[in-house]
Protein backbone atom coordinates (compact mmCIF):
# COMPACT_ATOMS: atom_id res chain seq x y z
CA UNK A 1 0.00 0.00 0.00
CA UNK A 2 2.91 2.37 1.11
CA UNK A 3 4.86 1.90 -2.43
CA UNK A 4 1.13 2.70 -3.89
CA UNK A 5 0.69 5.39 -2.65
CA UNK A 6 4.16 6.54 -3.26
CA UNK A 7 3.92 5.98 -6.92
CA UNK A 8 0.27 8.15 -7.24
CA UNK A 9 2.10 10.84 -5.26
CA UNK A 10 5.11 11.14 -6.84
CA UNK A 11 4.34 13.01 -10.19
CA UNK A 12 3.00 15.79 -8.07
CA UNK A 13 5.85 15.41 -5.31
CA UNK A 14 8.14 16.27 -8.14
CA UNK A 15 6.27 18.70 -9.77
CA UNK A 16 6.40 20.88 -6.71
CA UNK A 17 9.86 19.93 -5.78
CA UNK A 18 11.41 21.47 -8.93
CA UNK A 19 9.03 24.04 -8.80
CA UNK A 20 10.38 25.47 -5.12
CA UNK A 21 14.05 24.47 -6.08
CA UNK A 22 13.60 26.66 -9.24
CA UNK A 23 12.20 29.47 -6.74
CA UNK A 24 14.92 29.40 -4.50
CA UNK A 25 17.49 29.53 -7.84
CA UNK A 26 15.80 32.86 -8.91
CA UNK A 27 15.83 33.88 -5.18
CA UNK A 28 19.80 33.68 -4.94
CA UNK A 29 20.53 35.25 -8.59
CA UNK A 30 18.05 38.10 -7.21
CA UNK A 31 20.84 38.92 -4.85
CA UNK A 32 23.55 39.81 -7.72
CA UNK A 33 23.20 43.19 -9.79
CA UNK A 34 21.42 43.11 -12.90
CA UNK A 35 23.18 45.28 -15.65
CA UNK A 36 22.74 49.17 -15.50
CA UNK A 37 21.76 51.59 -18.12
CA UNK A 38 24.77 53.70 -19.32
CA UNK A 39 23.15 57.46 -19.46
CA UNK A 40 22.42 59.45 -22.75
CA UNK A 41 22.21 62.77 -24.13
CA UNK A 42 20.15 61.58 -27.21
CA UNK A 43 17.10 64.16 -26.82
CA UNK A 44 13.83 63.49 -24.92
CA UNK A 45 11.76 60.33 -25.72
CA UNK A 46 8.20 61.12 -26.60
CA UNK A 47 5.77 58.89 -24.69
CA UNK A 48 2.17 57.78 -25.14
CA UNK A 49 1.22 56.93 -21.69
CA UNK A 50 -1.62 54.44 -21.66
CA UNK A 51 -4.32 54.03 -18.96
CA UNK A 52 -6.89 51.48 -19.57
CA UNK A 53 -10.29 52.73 -16.89
CA UNK A 54 -13.36 50.25 -16.68
CA UNK A 55 -15.73 51.85 -14.46
CA UNK A 56 -12.77 53.41 -12.30
CA UNK A 57 -14.05 57.05 -11.81
CA UNK A 58 -13.50 57.85 -8.69
CA UNK A 59 -9.72 55.98 -8.41
CA UNK A 60 -8.98 57.47 -12.39
CA UNK A 61 -9.38 61.23 -11.32
CA UNK A 62 -7.05 60.69 -8.65
CA UNK A 63 -4.07 59.03 -10.17
CA UNK A 64 -4.52 61.07 -13.43
CA UNK A 65 -4.45 64.19 -10.90
CA UNK A 66 -1.38 62.62 -9.42
CA UNK A 67 0.34 61.98 -12.81
CA UNK A 68 -0.22 64.87 -14.51
CA UNK A 69 1.08 66.88 -11.74
CA UNK A 70 4.06 69.10 -12.25
CA UNK A 71 6.09 67.46 -9.52
CA UNK A 72 6.93 64.79 -12.14
CA UNK A 73 9.02 67.27 -14.18
CA UNK A 74 8.92 65.72 -17.08
CA UNK A 75 8.49 68.48 -19.88
CA UNK A 76 4.67 68.24 -21.12
CA UNK A 77 4.80 68.29 -24.31
CA UNK A 78 6.86 65.07 -24.62
CA UNK A 79 4.05 62.91 -23.28
CA UNK A 80 0.26 62.76 -23.33
CA UNK A 81 -1.33 60.33 -20.76
CA UNK A 82 -4.66 58.65 -22.14
CA UNK A 83 -6.97 57.43 -20.41
CA UNK A 84 -9.23 55.02 -22.10
CA UNK A 85 -12.33 55.39 -20.73
CA UNK A 86 -14.58 51.87 -20.96
CA UNK A 87 -17.91 52.97 -19.30
CA UNK A 88 -16.66 55.89 -17.31
CA UNK A 89 -19.29 58.59 -16.50
CA UNK A 90 -19.62 61.79 -18.81
CA UNK A 91 -18.36 63.89 -15.85
CA UNK A 92 -15.63 61.85 -14.72
CA UNK A 93 -14.39 62.52 -18.87
CA UNK A 94 -14.75 66.24 -18.60
CA UNK A 95 -12.64 66.15 -14.98
CA UNK A 96 -10.16 64.22 -16.68
CA UNK A 97 -9.83 66.44 -20.04
CA UNK A 98 -9.46 69.38 -17.31
CA UNK A 99 -6.48 67.75 -15.71
CA UNK A 100 -4.94 67.81 -19.20
CA UNK A 101 -5.60 64.17 -20.15
CA UNK A 102 -6.61 62.65 -22.99
CA UNK A 103 -9.81 60.81 -23.38
CA UNK A 104 -10.30 57.84 -25.76
CA UNK A 105 -13.83 56.46 -24.95
CA UNK A 106 -14.33 52.86 -26.06
CA UNK A 107 -17.05 50.65 -25.47
CA UNK A 108 -17.49 46.74 -26.21
CA UNK A 109 -19.77 43.98 -25.67
CA UNK A 110 -17.55 42.18 -23.54
CA UNK A 111 -14.57 44.40 -22.34
CA UNK A 112 -11.10 43.45 -22.09
CA UNK A 113 -7.84 45.26 -21.29
CA UNK A 114 -6.64 44.14 -24.68
CA UNK A 115 -9.20 45.35 -26.76
CA UNK A 116 -9.32 48.57 -25.29
CA UNK A 117 -5.13 49.47 -25.91
CA UNK A 118 -5.76 48.09 -29.36
CA UNK A 119 -8.49 50.81 -29.92
CA UNK A 120 -5.76 53.33 -28.07
CA UNK A 121 -3.03 52.96 -30.08
CA UNK A 122 -5.02 52.78 -33.70
CA UNK A 123 -6.44 55.98 -32.52
CA UNK A 124 -2.50 57.67 -31.39
CA UNK A 125 -0.98 56.25 -34.25
CA UNK A 126 1.84 58.71 -34.71
CA UNK A 127 4.41 61.40 -33.43
CA UNK A 128 5.24 58.97 -29.99
CA UNK A 129 8.25 57.11 -29.51
CA UNK A 130 7.35 54.48 -26.45
CA UNK A 131 4.43 53.56 -24.61
CA UNK A 132 3.81 53.75 -21.15
CA UNK A 133 0.87 50.95 -19.72
CA UNK A 134 -0.56 52.24 -16.22
CA UNK A 135 -3.52 50.36 -14.47
CA UNK A 136 -6.19 53.08 -13.20
CA UNK A 137 -4.75 53.03 -9.80
CA UNK A 138 -1.32 53.57 -10.65
CA UNK A 139 0.38 56.63 -9.73
CA UNK A 140 3.75 57.14 -11.02
CA UNK A 141 6.48 57.80 -8.65
CA UNK A 142 8.84 61.31 -9.73
CA UNK A 143 11.23 60.50 -12.15
CA UNK A 144 9.61 57.59 -14.18
CA UNK A 145 9.41 59.39 -17.31
CA UNK A 146 12.98 60.16 -17.09
CA UNK A 147 14.24 56.84 -15.78
CA UNK A 148 11.72 55.22 -18.64
CA UNK A 149 13.61 57.90 -21.33
CA UNK A 150 17.23 56.17 -19.96
CA UNK A 151 16.37 52.83 -20.73
CA UNK A 152 14.56 53.64 -24.46
CA UNK A 153 17.30 55.60 -24.96
CA UNK A 154 20.09 52.91 -24.40
CA UNK A 155 18.64 51.05 -26.59
CA UNK A 156 15.64 48.91 -24.30
CA UNK A 157 12.54 47.96 -25.88
CA UNK A 158 10.73 46.16 -23.92
CA UNK A 159 10.68 47.44 -19.89
CA UNK A 160 9.05 46.03 -16.96
CA UNK A 161 9.05 48.83 -14.10
CA UNK A 162 8.33 48.23 -10.28
CA UNK A 163 4.96 48.03 -8.87
CA UNK A 164 5.24 49.32 -5.37
CA UNK A 165 2.05 48.03 -2.74
CA UNK A 166 0.48 51.43 -2.16
CA UNK A 167 -1.57 50.06 0.71
CA UNK A 168 -1.71 47.33 3.42
CA UNK A 169 -4.55 48.25 4.75
CA UNK A 170 -6.51 44.97 5.39
CA UNK A 171 -4.42 42.04 5.74
CA UNK A 172 -4.91 40.88 2.59
CA UNK A 173 -3.80 43.80 0.59
CA UNK A 174 -0.40 43.06 3.40
CA UNK A 175 0.06 39.33 1.64
CA UNK A 176 -0.69 40.18 -1.88
CA UNK A 177 1.83 42.89 -1.68
CA UNK A 178 4.44 40.62 -0.20
CA UNK A 179 3.40 38.43 -2.41
CA UNK A 180 4.05 40.99 -5.25
CA UNK A 181 7.14 41.91 -3.99
CA UNK A 182 8.79 38.13 -3.79
CA UNK A 183 8.02 37.76 -7.65
CA UNK A 184 9.30 40.76 -8.59
CA UNK A 185 12.67 40.17 -7.26
CA UNK A 186 12.39 36.25 -8.65
CA UNK A 187 10.86 36.39 -11.78
CA UNK A 188 11.87 39.96 -12.64
CA UNK A 189 15.27 40.69 -11.05
CA UNK A 190 16.61 37.08 -10.47
CA UNK A 191 15.36 36.19 -14.33
CA UNK A 192 17.36 39.08 -15.32
CA UNK A 193 20.58 38.20 -13.35
CA UNK A 194 20.14 34.93 -14.57
CA UNK A 195 20.19 36.56 -18.62
CA UNK A 196 16.55 35.78 -19.13
CA UNK A 197 14.02 38.60 -19.48
CA UNK A 198 11.81 39.36 -16.76
CA UNK A 199 7.79 38.67 -16.68
CA UNK A 200 5.47 41.54 -17.28
CA UNK A 201 3.28 42.58 -14.54
CA UNK A 202 0.42 44.23 -16.81
CA UNK A 203 1.29 47.92 -15.67
CA UNK A 204 4.29 49.89 -14.86
CA UNK A 205 5.10 48.72 -18.32
CA UNK A 206 6.73 50.52 -21.14
CA UNK A 207 7.81 49.71 -24.75
CA UNK A 208 9.24 51.03 -27.63
CA UNK A 209 6.22 52.42 -29.54
CA UNK A 210 6.42 49.88 -33.25
CA UNK A 211 7.39 47.20 -30.72
CA UNK A 212 4.33 47.99 -28.38
CA UNK A 213 1.83 48.29 -31.31
CA UNK A 214 2.77 45.26 -33.02
CA UNK A 215 2.67 43.40 -29.98
CA UNK A 216 -0.59 44.63 -28.73
CA UNK A 217 -2.22 43.68 -32.35
CA UNK A 218 -1.25 40.50 -32.18
CA UNK A 219 -2.83 39.45 -28.63
CA UNK A 220 -6.34 37.92 -28.10
CA UNK A 221 -5.98 37.10 -24.30
CA UNK A 222 -9.45 38.09 -22.42
CA UNK A 223 -7.32 37.87 -19.31
CA UNK A 224 -3.63 38.09 -18.76
CA UNK A 225 -2.78 40.19 -21.63
CA UNK A 226 0.61 40.53 -20.04
CA UNK A 227 1.58 36.83 -20.15
CA UNK A 228 0.58 36.26 -23.69
CA UNK A 229 2.73 39.33 -24.38
CA UNK A 230 5.56 37.98 -22.99
CA UNK A 231 5.46 34.59 -25.21
CA UNK A 232 5.05 36.90 -28.46
CA UNK A 233 8.21 39.28 -27.55
CA UNK A 234 10.29 36.30 -26.18
CA UNK A 235 9.32 34.03 -29.25
CA UNK A 236 10.80 36.83 -31.55
CA UNK A 237 13.83 37.12 -28.97
CA UNK A 238 13.06 40.37 -27.96
CA UNK A 239 14.67 40.80 -24.37
CA UNK A 240 12.45 41.79 -21.40
CA UNK A 241 14.57 44.19 -19.05
CA UNK A 242 13.74 44.57 -15.44
CA UNK A 243 14.29 48.15 -13.17
CA UNK A 244 13.14 48.58 -9.80
CA UNK A 245 14.34 52.57 -10.24
CA UNK A 246 10.93 52.79 -12.84
CA UNK A 247 8.52 53.04 -9.89
CA UNK A 248 4.76 53.19 -9.20
CA UNK A 249 2.53 52.70 -6.49
CA UNK A 250 -0.26 50.14 -7.41
CA UNK A 251 -3.10 49.20 -5.20
CA UNK A 252 -3.63 45.83 -3.38
CA UNK A 253 -6.70 43.95 -3.28
CA UNK A 254 -8.35 44.24 0.20
CA UNK A 255 -10.82 41.31 0.59
CA UNK A 256 -10.18 38.30 -0.31
CA UNK A 257 -13.31 37.96 -2.61
CA UNK A 258 -11.41 40.16 -4.76
CA UNK A 259 -8.21 38.39 -4.48
CA UNK A 260 -9.85 34.85 -5.51
CA UNK A 261 -11.39 36.74 -8.39
CA UNK A 262 -8.20 37.93 -9.32
CA UNK A 263 -5.93 34.44 -8.99
CA UNK A 264 -8.32 32.63 -11.16
CA UNK A 265 -8.07 35.36 -13.94
CA UNK A 266 -4.36 34.77 -13.49
CA UNK A 267 -4.35 31.32 -13.20
CA UNK A 268 -6.32 30.65 -16.12
CA UNK A 269 -4.34 32.50 -18.27
CA UNK A 270 -1.32 31.18 -17.05
CA UNK A 271 -2.06 27.35 -17.49
CA UNK A 272 -4.14 28.47 -21.00
CA UNK A 273 -0.91 30.03 -22.06
CA UNK A 274 1.34 27.13 -21.11
CA UNK A 275 -1.05 24.25 -22.83
CA UNK A 276 -0.98 26.36 -26.15
CA UNK A 277 2.78 26.82 -25.97
CA UNK A 278 3.98 23.72 -24.48
CA UNK A 279 5.19 22.12 -27.96
CA UNK A 280 6.18 25.16 -29.78
CA UNK A 281 8.32 25.63 -26.71
CA UNK A 282 10.69 22.45 -27.00
CA UNK A 283 11.31 23.31 -30.81
CA UNK A 284 12.35 26.77 -29.88
CA UNK A 285 14.44 25.43 -27.47
CA UNK A 286 15.95 23.18 -30.49
CA UNK A 287 16.70 26.38 -32.43
CA UNK A 288 18.85 28.21 -29.25
CA UNK A 289 15.66 30.68 -28.01
CA UNK A 290 16.07 29.29 -24.31
CA UNK A 291 14.24 32.68 -23.18
CA UNK A 292 10.71 31.60 -24.79
CA UNK A 293 11.24 28.29 -23.42
CA UNK A 294 11.90 29.51 -20.16
CA UNK A 295 9.24 31.74 -20.25
CA UNK A 296 6.58 28.92 -21.30
CA UNK A 297 7.98 26.56 -18.54
CA UNK A 298 7.59 29.57 -16.22
CA UNK A 299 3.79 29.45 -17.10
CA UNK A 300 3.82 25.90 -15.19
CA UNK A 301 4.40 27.08 -11.79
CA UNK A 302 1.85 25.88 -9.44
CA UNK A 303 -0.74 28.86 -7.31
CA UNK A 304 2.36 30.62 -5.03
CA UNK A 305 -0.40 30.64 -2.43
CA UNK A 306 -1.46 26.90 -2.81
CA UNK A 307 2.34 25.38 -3.16
CA UNK A 308 3.19 25.96 0.39
CA UNK A 309 -0.24 23.83 1.50
CA UNK A 310 0.28 21.04 -0.76
CA UNK A 311 3.89 20.65 -0.10
CA UNK A 312 3.06 20.18 3.50
CA UNK A 313 0.38 18.26 3.14
CA UNK A 314 2.89 15.61 1.27
CA UNK A 315 5.42 16.38 4.53
CA UNK A 316 2.47 15.04 6.57
CA UNK A 317 1.12 11.86 4.28
CA UNK A 318 5.09 10.73 4.32
CA UNK A 319 5.08 10.47 7.84
CA UNK A 320 1.76 9.04 8.03
CA UNK A 321 3.02 6.48 5.61
CA UNK A 322 6.20 6.11 7.25
CA UNK A 323 7.85 6.98 3.56
CA UNK A 324 11.18 8.74 3.70
CA UNK A 325 11.01 9.16 -0.10
CA UNK A 326 7.88 11.66 0.31
CA UNK A 327 8.77 12.72 4.08
CA UNK A 328 12.18 13.79 2.75
CA UNK A 329 11.58 14.93 -0.47
CA UNK A 330 8.76 17.36 0.66
CA UNK A 331 10.86 18.58 3.20
CA UNK A 332 13.09 19.67 0.76
CA UNK A 333 10.61 21.11 -1.05
CA UNK A 334 9.66 23.30 1.69
CA UNK A 335 12.83 24.26 2.89
CA UNK A 336 13.83 25.86 -0.02
CA UNK A 337 10.45 27.28 -1.11
CA UNK A 338 10.81 29.19 2.82
CA UNK A 339 13.92 29.88 1.91
CA UNK A 340 13.08 31.08 -1.16
CA UNK A 341 10.65 34.08 0.38
CA UNK A 342 13.01 34.48 3.19
CA UNK A 343 15.81 36.02 0.89
CA UNK A 344 13.57 38.33 -1.33
CA UNK A 345 10.95 39.82 0.94
CA UNK A 346 12.09 42.19 3.81
CA UNK A 347 13.25 41.11 7.51
CA UNK A 348 12.54 43.92 8.90
CA UNK A 349 8.58 43.75 7.88
CA UNK A 350 8.24 40.21 7.93
CA UNK A 351 9.31 40.57 11.56
CA UNK A 352 7.27 43.30 12.70
CA UNK A 353 4.04 42.36 10.69
CA UNK A 354 4.50 38.47 12.02
CA UNK A 355 1.59 37.78 13.72
CA UNK A 356 -0.57 39.43 10.87
CA UNK A 357 1.03 37.34 8.36
CA UNK A 358 0.58 34.14 10.48
CA UNK A 359 -2.98 34.96 10.85
CA UNK A 360 -3.46 35.78 7.60
CA UNK A 361 -1.92 32.68 5.85
CA UNK A 362 -4.79 30.28 5.88
CA UNK A 363 -7.09 32.80 4.67
CA UNK A 364 -5.17 33.82 1.87
CA UNK A 365 -4.52 30.04 1.08
CA UNK A 366 -8.17 29.18 1.12
CA UNK A 367 -8.77 32.30 -0.93
CA UNK A 368 -6.05 30.38 -3.00
CA UNK A 369 -7.94 27.47 -3.50
CA UNK A 370 -10.67 29.09 -4.29
CA UNK A 371 -9.33 31.02 -7.33
CA UNK A 372 -9.18 27.34 -9.20
CA UNK A 373 -13.28 27.57 -9.29
CA UNK A 374 -12.92 30.86 -11.12
CA UNK A 375 -10.58 29.81 -13.84
CA UNK A 376 -13.49 28.39 -16.43
CA UNK A 377 -15.21 31.66 -15.99
CA UNK A 378 -12.43 34.02 -16.41
CA UNK A 379 -12.00 31.75 -19.95
CA UNK A 380 -15.17 33.01 -20.86
CA UNK A 381 -15.27 36.46 -19.42
CA UNK A 382 -12.98 39.28 -18.15
CA UNK A 383 -13.32 39.34 -14.17
CA UNK A 384 -12.93 42.48 -12.90
CA UNK A 385 -11.03 43.74 -9.87
CA UNK A 386 -12.43 46.74 -8.60
CA UNK A 387 -10.54 49.07 -6.65
CA UNK A 388 -10.94 51.49 -4.15
CA UNK A 389 -9.93 55.25 -3.60
CA UNK A 390 -6.79 55.08 -1.40
CA UNK A 391 -4.52 57.71 -1.58
CA UNK A 392 -0.56 57.63 -1.90
Not at 129 to 151: I, S
Not at 184 to 213: D, I, W
Not at 267 to 277: D, G, N, V
Not at 366 to 377: E, G, P, T
Request: charged share 20%.
Amino acid sequence: MKTLFEILLAPVLIYLTVSALYQFVLAVASKYKTKDIQPVQNGLTRFLVLVPAYKEDAVIKYSTAKNMSLKYEYPRGQFDLVVIADQLKDETKKELKQLGAKVHSVSFEKSTKVKSLQSAIKAYDKGYDAVVVLDADNVMEKGFLFKANQWIQSGARAIQGLRKAANNNTSTALMDGLSEAANTEMLCKGANSLGLSSKLSGSAMVFNFELFKTTINQCEAIGGFDKEMELILTRKREFIDYTADMAVLDQKVTSTNAFTKQRGRWLEAQYTFFKKSFGESLSNLAEGNVDFFHKVMQLALPPRAVAPFAILLLVVCGILLNSSFLGVTATIAFVGLSLSYLFVLPTDQLFKQSLKILVSIPKIGWAAIKSLSQMKKSKQEFIHTKHELIEA
